[in-house]
């Protein structure tokens, strides 16, 4: 069974500053890897999906990346904003062509002015 | 584009009753899931479906029931409500097994 863990649970920091998401996995044959976001009290935003066969994709001030061989995602974030306080969970398909995903238990950020 | 859209967006009901929480989508997918999210254990798949007509368990089926007559629609049924079944619960599609999946707003349901 694919076991995903998030670290750090939570994380705080002043505003501006780039900041890196962790996201590792136990099995390396994973189809994709997607990040969502959650605000609280809301449902979940997708940021980035990154197929098995790339190592990173890029949004605005986001950046994922995938690393099968050693079972690590990264998310990084650049010149963080207040607004992107929020929960941010990592996950992958639980089977082949399937598309229900097992989830990390996220990493729960907040950005101070 | 409304995309993934469930009703009601908060719910409380008395152990024992019956309800059924809805989840459309209008983004023609195949797959549609439904997963629970609770405090300290994440987000955990209930049942998912592969297209109209077939439904699967997932890790935590016990207590519901779903159907998918129709392309766009995935009701997830809670035949006799329970307090363990207190929890947020999200419905999401997605256009294929290895596409981007999308989320609705979720439904805050309350059993006492």
């Known amino acids: 069974k694919q076991e995903v863990t998030q670290i750090p649970a939570a994380l705080s920091v002043p505003e501006g500053e780039n900041l890196v998401l962790n996201c590792s996995f136990t099995?390396?044959?994973?189809?994709?890897l997607q990040w969502f976001r959650q605000d609280p009290g809301k449902g979940l935003t997708s940021l980035l999906l990154i197929q098995s066969s790339q190592r990173e994709q890029t949004s605005g001030r986001l950046n994922a990346s995938l690393d099968k061989s050693s079972g690590r995602s990264t998310l990084y974030i650049a010149a963080s904003q207040p607004g992107d306080s929020a929960t941010y969970l990592c996950a992958f398909p639980m089977n082949s062509g399937y598309s229900t995903l097992t989830f990390g238990k996220g990493t729960m950020l907040l950005v101070s002015p | 584009n409304a995309g993934v859209t469930q009703t009601p967006k908060f719910q409380v009901l008395k152990t024992g009753q019956s309800m059924t929480l809805q989840c459309a989508q209008d983004?023609?997918?195949?797959?549609m899931s439904w997963y629970r999210q609770d405090p300290g254990m994440g987000l955990r798949l209930i049942h998912y479906?592969?297209?109209?007509?077939?439904?699967d368990q997932g890790e935590v089926p016990n207590g519901y029931n779903v159907s998918r007559s129709t392309t766009e629609d995935f009701p997830l049924r809670l035949l006799s409500a329970a307090p363990s079944q207190t929890s947020v619960y999200f419905c999401?599609?997605?256009?294929?097994?290895?596409?981007?999946?999308?989320f609705g707003q979720g439904t805050r349901l309350t059993v006492v």
């Open positions: 983004m023609n997918h195949e797959y």
């Open positions: 479906s592969v297209g109209a007509g077939i439904t």
């Open positions: 999401a599609s997605s256009y294929s097994g290895r596409a981007e999946a999308f």
């Open positions: 099995d390396s044959a994973i189809y994709n």
